[in-house]
C-alpha cells in the first residue's frame, strides 16, 4: 500500500537549520509530483513547496520560504527532502508530505506528519 513517512523534524533555534524527509513506498515514485504542506498551531493547512517528477525536477515555494527552504527528491531510493534554513519561529509547524496526482485534485496520499518547533 502507499506510504508516505517523514522524519526529521524537531526543536531548533531561531536561525537554525533542519532537513526533514520523507520515505515513499507503495508506488512508483518517480512518476508523481510531491508536495510539502505545513500546519502551525491552531491555524489551517498551508502549501509550503512542490517538485515536480519531471523537467529537471522544478520546484516552487510559498513566499515566505523562498531562499530558505529547498526542496529535492532521490527517486532511485524514494524520497523527498525539505532543506530548511535560517528558520523562524513562524515556521513551527506539523510538517506533511503528500503525493500530487498532478490533476489539480486534492492531494491523495499524505504522511502522518513531523514536528517542527523554532523557539528561543
Known amino acids: 500500500q502507499v506510504q508516505l513517512v517523514e522524519s526529521g523534524g524537531g526543536w531548533v533555534q531561531p536561525g537554525g537549520s533542519l532537513r526533514l524527509s520523507c520515505a515513499a513506498s507503495?508506488?512508483?515514485?518517480?512518476?508523481?509530483?510531491m508536495n510539502w504542506v505545513r500546519q502551525a498551531p491552531e491555524k489551517g493547512l498551508e502549501w509550503v513547496g512542490s517538485?515536480?517528477?519531471?523537467?529537471?525536477?522544478?520546484?516552487y515555494y510559498i513566499d515566505s520560504v523562498k531562499g530558505r527552504f529547498t526542496t529535492s527528491r532521490d527517486n532511485a531510493n524514494h524520497a523527498l527532502y525539505l532543506e530548511m534554513n535560517s528558520l523562524k519561529p513562524e515556521d513551527t509547524a506539523l510538517y506533511y508530505c503528500?503525493?500530487?496526482?498532478?490533476?489539480?485534485?486534492?492531494?491523495?496520499?499524505w504522511g502522518q506528519g513531523t514536528q517542527v518547533t523554532v523557539s528561543s
Open positions: 503528500a503525493r500530487d496526482l498532478g490533476t489539480g485534485a486534492p492531494y491523495d496520499y
Open positions: 507503495g508506488f512508483t515514485f518517480s512518476s508523481y509530483d
Open positions: 517538485i515536480t517528477n519531471s523537467g529537471g525536477h522544478s520546484t
